[in-house]
């Protein structure tokens, strides 16, 4: 017997109209939850003041776009809210400036209806997964309660800074993180030397990586940094 889907809270950000109904509405009978706005800012205000399972966020939004709009809720949000981005847009440039933003998934418009919910249902069921005191990926295991990582099974010697790097990077994974985004849920608004990350990262990888066969942690130049686990399969 095929067990009943999971009903998601799910806010949508969608500037057309018709795109929004036909979505809400099909979703709906499916037995999820909408909240539903066509401005940007509107969106990262209810994103970051009602807790959602998911996002559903256009791309091309009026004053404050997607990007921008899934940028501050990357840095502003005290936990990482699956996020699947819908746009028109379908070159190799488009989507990998959407999950640089920090996009955990993207749809390209016209679409099913029904992928659209089956794209949903598999990101709320990765999230859980990765909101567990401890989060398993391959070789690598982060353990928030007890604030130690481990490698292969080995304890990795972390300070505060790196452990909560690794954290980050490992609750994204396997998108990319941007320097912006990782300084501001390091450090928040308050400032930091220019050479801080460089040095923090520095000293993750020494712990991290340099012990081990090959590394993990990798940087993606220009933008930021992610976490490659493919590795060791």
């Not at 292969?152 to 490992?170: C, P, Q, S, Y």
């Not at 993180?177 to 390091?186: A, F, G, H, P, W």
Request: charged share 25%; aromatic share 6%; net charge negative.
């Amino acid at each position: 017997m095929t067990s009943k889907p999971a009903s998601l809270s799910i806010l949508l950000v969608e500037d057309q109209l018709s795109v929004a109904r036909n979505i809400s509405e099909y979703m709906e009978e499916k037995g999820h939850v909408f909240d539903f706005t066509g401005q940007g800012q509107h969106g990262l205000d209810l994103a970051l003041e009602n807790y959602y399972d998911l996002i559903i966020l256009d791309l091309n939004l009026p004053v404050m776009d997607g990007l921008e709009v899934c940028q501050q809720i990357r840095a502003k949000s005290a936990r990482h809210i699956p996020i699947l981005m819908l746009t028109a847009r379908d070159s190799i440039e488009d989507k990998v400036s959407g999950f640089t933003a920090g996009a955990d998934d993207y749809l390209t418009k016209p679409f099913s209806l029904q992928e659209l919910e089956v794209r949903c249902l598999a990101l709320s069921r990765r999230h859980l997964l990765q909101t567990n005191d401890i989060l398993t990926l391959g070789c690598l295991s982060v353990d928030r309660k007890r604030q130690q990582a481990t490698r292969d099974g080995k304890v990795l010697n972390l300070h505060a800074m790196g452990f909560r790097i690794l954290t980050e990077l490992a609750e994204a994974y396997p998108q990319v993180v941007s320097r912006s985004v990782l300084s501001q849920k390091i450090w928040g608004d308050e400032p930091t030397e220019s050479d801080a990350m460089r040095s923090h990262i520095y000293q993750l990888r020494n712990v991290l990586d340099k012990p081990f066969d090959y590394p993990i942690l990798k940087t993606v130049h220009g933008i930021g940094f992610t976490l490659d686990i493919n590795n060791e399969e």
